[in-house]
């Protein structure tokens, strides 16, 4: 009986230090998960704050801006909603000017993400987005462009210097020691050696960053080396001889493959995809061959980009999946899917510099801008 009695309470003894031991394992594991919850909540939170708050309803990219850079863009964001379970992002085409007005109008949800630009944004650009909240923004430059005077294929080649084309598309010119209104109808008239054509130039609208390129590098540049316009800047002459043309620039080659004596402003990727049609007009003496615009020995040669809304990083999904795809090796390098569509890409060493600027998030500041304007 005695050996009976000792054997139930050994049991019970074991028990009761079971039962301890399994209580003191239940705290201690209900407090490593109470830690590991608030860590994961402080994780999330730092999340979110550095996104900039909560996440947006809207599921979708969208992006505006540059016709020459929305073949680039469009094709990046066709293979992302191919390739990833991110839906397509939504490309616009809005010309540089009207990108940055979108862009820079907010940062609400309704606002786009991204602005493509074939030219540096403006000082004047940048404070607009300073005023409407937007202070963080990121400049990725992608490649080069050259803007291409063309014409229909097989016409005779032109070769025009900066100065002829300033007098083609000028409102004014010297003449007789002052400012007239352009009396030139024909090539021929500037020059006996050109063309007995009438001047048509299809060529961009006000918005365009190509239109403010094109400005910048002939017409500035031409007043400079012609006598007469003391310093001052002449605008586009508005007497149908230089039709603006939306901001499609297939519509140009479309006009031009239909006109054997016109001629039309646009950028180099759309002379590459419409060889055949369209031909290019030598500037200066010198084609607009890639190596000859990366090198910057074409005269009418730019440098193109996009400018991401950082307050939306987080908020809306896939923006840094497409910038990492825009600047992967498949897409912008030498070798990348790009540069069949006319894309000068930047040297490997340049491009890796835009991946630093997107991973650090650099800052877009006036005083980068006054740099990048030189």
């Not at 992302?80 to 109008?105: H, N, Q």
């Not at 352009?182 to 054509?197: G, M, T």
């Amino acid at each position: 009986m005695l050996t009976s009695l000792l054997n139930n309470q050994t049991k019970s003894f074991l028990t009761i230090a079971a039962t301890a031991l399994a209580l003191t394992a239940c705290g201690q594991g209900q407090e490593q998960n109470s830690a590991e919850g608030a860590e994961s909540n402080q994780s999330s939170g730092d999340t979110q704050a550095s996104s900039g708050g909560e996440k947006y309803d809207r599921n979708q990219i969208r992006i505006v801006g540059s016709s020459t850079v929305y073949p680039f863009s469009s094709y990046v964001a066709e293979e992302m909603g191919a390739t990833t379970d991110f839906r397509t992002p939504v490309v616009e085409s809005t010309g540089s000017g009207g990108g940055f007005k979108l862009f820079c109008s907010g940062a609400a949800e309704d606002t786009p993400d991204f602005t493509n630009a074939s030219r540096p944004m403006k000082s004047s650009e940048l404070k607009m987005c300073q005023d409407n909240g937007v202070d963080d923004i990121t400049q990725i430059m992608v490649g080069y462009d050259g803007i291409v005077i063309g014409q229909k294929a097989g016409e005779p080649p032109l070769d025009l210097s900066r100065e002829q084309l300033t007098k083609a598309v000028a409102a004014k010119v010297p003449q007789d020691g002052e400012l007239v209104d352009n009396p030139y109808n024909k090539w021929s008239d500037i020059d006996p050696s050109l063309p007995d054509h009438e001047i048509l130039i299809y060529g961009p609208p006000t918005s365009s960053g190509t239109r403010d390129a094109f400005e910048e590098l002939v017409v500035e540049h031409g007043a400079e080396n012609i006598d007469g316009y003391n310093g001052e800047k002449p605008s586009i002459r508005q007497d149908g001889k230089f039709v603006p043309s939306g901001e499609n620039d297939n519509l140009i080659v479309q006009k031009l493959s239909q006109n054997a004596t016109a001629v039309g402003i646009f950028g180099y990727s759309f002379l590459e995809e419409n060889r055949g049609k369209i031909q290019a007009a030598k500037v200066d003496g010198i084609e607009p061959k890639r190596e000859l615009i990366s090198s910057g020995e074409y005269p009418v040669s730019r440098s193109l980009f996009f400018y991401a809304k950082n307050a939306h990083v987080g908020r809306i999904d896939g923006m840094e999946e497409y910038v990492d795809l825009f600047l992967s090796d498949q897409m912008a390098s030498d070798r990348g899917a790009l540069k069949s569509l006319g894309l000068i890409s930047l040297p490997p060493e340049e491009l890796e510099a835009m991946r630093d600027n997107w991973k650090n998030r650099k800052q877009v500041t006036a005083e980068s801008l006054k740099a990048e304007h030189g």
